[in-house]
Nanobody, 124 residues
Framework: QVRLVESGGGLVQAGGSLRLSCAYS????????MGWFRQAPGKEREFVAA????????NYADSWKGRFTINRDNAKNTVYLQKSSLHTEDTAVYYC?????????????????WGQGTQVTVSS
């Protein structure tokens, strides 16, 4: 059974930093992209960042390029999203996804499995 569990969310002040983690298990394919998406109140889920199976290739949405960093530790079956210089607009539920394949995927439909999400709230 595939399982993705996000952690690391919480309340943080604007300008601060936060690191989200996504621990995954049960993924039996040899290659899968891991991605982070977010859903703000009243809005649709949107792409934040993704990393390929090897960890060498990444992609970011323009809104977060330069402030967020995605990386993965395949030995620990964990993918991370390091967030810095947080704004109140970064408040959202952050979801981790796993997409089978060797690419770096930016669309929701490319992902086969999802975690339950972790809330990040940035206060002013």
């Amino acid at each position: 059974q595939v399982r993705l569990v996000e952690s690391g969310g919480g309340l943080v002040q604007a300008g601060g930093s936060l690191r989200l983690s996504c621990a995954y298990s049960g993924l039996t394919f040899s290659a899968y992209c891991m991605g982070w998406f977010r859903q703000a109140p009243g809005k649709e889920r949107e792409f934040v960042a993704a990393i390929d199976w090897s960890g060498w290739s990444t992609n970011y949405a323009d809104s977060w390029k330069g402030r967020f960093t995605i990386n993965r530790d395949n030995a620990k079956n964990t993918v991370y999203l390091q967030k810095s210089s947080l704004h109140t607009e970064d408040t959202a539920v952050y979801y981790c996804g796993a997409g089978i394949g060797v690419g770096v995927y930016m669309t929701i439909s490319s992902y086969d499995y999802w975690g339950q999400g972790t809330q990040v709230t940035v206060s002013s």
